[in-house]
């Protein structure tokens, strides 16, 4: 790592998807922390402009862009500057054995975060990880290199992140490195929104738009994300990587509807006492602790005040009507390939959605019929799953 004349070590950071959501908070934080944090590898898909600007305000040593027709825009805007380009998806995997990195920011969207974030751990980088899909697909190669090369997972998404933070300082406390859980755990009460159509009937969501899908009443996400949490989808997903990241079993990890996205998540303990990590809704957060850990770092960001909440409510989720929520439990005790099949049906029907050749309520119905049709396969290989992609969705998204 490199140091400056401050006391404190400044981590090198790669960012796998900085023009997304979660790539440009994460440049909001490594902003207001320039003796903390330095970009030394930013990736995007296809927003070549935006890249250029970053790169520019930022200075790493390379960036890479998965489009390679983008990419003589990029090196000609960036080479009197002396910041190395790449292009494609291959080259992106490449840049995550550099030596100089010290943390990789998985925040590319859908399945195309998984070859880059596994190069990343093969070459004993620390993951922030944001790409929840990573764990989907492939949870068990995933948590099984990081454990191989001792590298830690830290949770970005803020429901894992706020487990991770309940979890540190317990008797044999869950290690990122070794994916191991606290033995002490009972329970994750893993919270949700509720999104845009909480409480909408069948019928009310028969006539919903995108734009409707896309008005989240507290996050501000990317596209994909924002429709997962409206189908309760990403909550699905959610479960599936703290499955995981864990080690809980599926059972033992229930959803409960959280309108004001204030208690983030929590974890209840065999002797019946629930810690819970609370805060305003907003990504910075998990997103500096993941960076920061296992410190906790000045943020300027608002405080909660209890008085803006006079309440703070629950309630279970519609699996009725929302039912993808029950498609990703179902996936997660089939195991094998199963999950990787959903995720890659469901970023199909996402996708379909968002182009309108579907409605709303025919996401879950791809999602289900794509699965049943999917060949089983109990302890897939790596090329197994990412056949298993393939064949339901051969283009990825960024």
């Known amino acids: 790592m490199n140091t400056t004349d401050s006391n404190y070590t ?35 898909g296809h927003n070549a402009d935006l890249l250029i600007a970053q790169a520019l305000e930022f200075e790493p040593n390379a960036v890479a862009i998965a489009d390679p027709a983008q990419y003589e825009r990029v090196n000609e805007a960036l080479a009197p500057h002396m910041i190395k380009v790449f292009a494609g998806l291959d080259a992106i995997a490449d840049l995550m054995e550099m030596e100089t990195i010290d943390v990789v ?35 068990q190669i995933v948590t099984a290199a990081a454990a191989k090369y001792g590298v830690p997972i830290l949770p970005v998404d803020s429901e894992h992140s706020a ?15 070794r994916q191991r859980m606290v033995s002490a755990v009972d329970k994750i009460l893993l919270t949700a929104s509720g999104g845009p159509f909480r409480g909408f009937s069948r019928a009310q969501l028969s006539q919903v738009t995108l734009a409707d899908a896309l008005k989240h009443p507290n996050w501000s996400m990317g596209r994909k994300v924002t429709i997962d949490s409206a189908s309760l989808m990403n909550k ?8 995981w990241l864990f080690g809980v079993p599926a059972d033992d990890i229930e959803v ?12 209840q303990y065999r002797d019946g006492s629930i810690k819970a990590q609370l805060g305003v809704p907003t990504m910075e957060t998990p997103i500096q602790y993941a960076l920061s850990f296992p410190e906790r770092i000045e ?18 989720p519609d699996t009725d009507t929302f039912r993808c929520l029950p498609l990703a439990y179902e996936a997660i005790r089939r195991g094998g390939n199963i999950p990787c099949a959903m995720n890659a049906a469901n970023e199909v029907a996402v996708r379909r959605f968002i182009n309108g050749e579907i409605g709303f309520l025919d996401i879950p119905d791809v999602v289900e019929r794509a699965v049943a049709d999917t060949p089983f396969i109990a302890s897939p290989t790596l090329q197994q799953l990412i056949d298993t992609n393939n064949h339901i969705n051969p283009q990825t998204e960024e």
């Open 163 to 177: 487990i991770f933070q309940s979890l540190v300082g317990e008797q044999g406390t869950w290690d990122p490195a």
């Open 299 to 316: 943020s300027h960001l608002p405080r909660l005040s209890f008085a803006d909440y006079p309440q703070l409510t629950f309630e279970r």
């Open 236 to 243: 699905g997903l959610e479960v599936i990587e703290a499955y």
């Open 10 to 44: 400044r981590k090198r950071i790669a960012i796998l998807g900085s023009t997304g959501s979660i790539g440009t908070q994460t440049l909001n934080v490594v902003r207001r922390h320039p003796d903390r944090f330095q970009i030394e590898v930013l990736c995007a």
């Open 105 to 139: 920011v998985a925040a590319v969207v859908g399945y195309a975060g998984l070859k880059p974030t596994l190069r990343a751990i093969e070459h004993g980088h620390a993951i922030a990880l944001a790409n929840k899909e990573t764990m989907v697909v492939a949870g």
């Open 256 to 267: 409960l509807v959280h309108p004001q996205s204030v208690v983030h998540s929590m974890v």
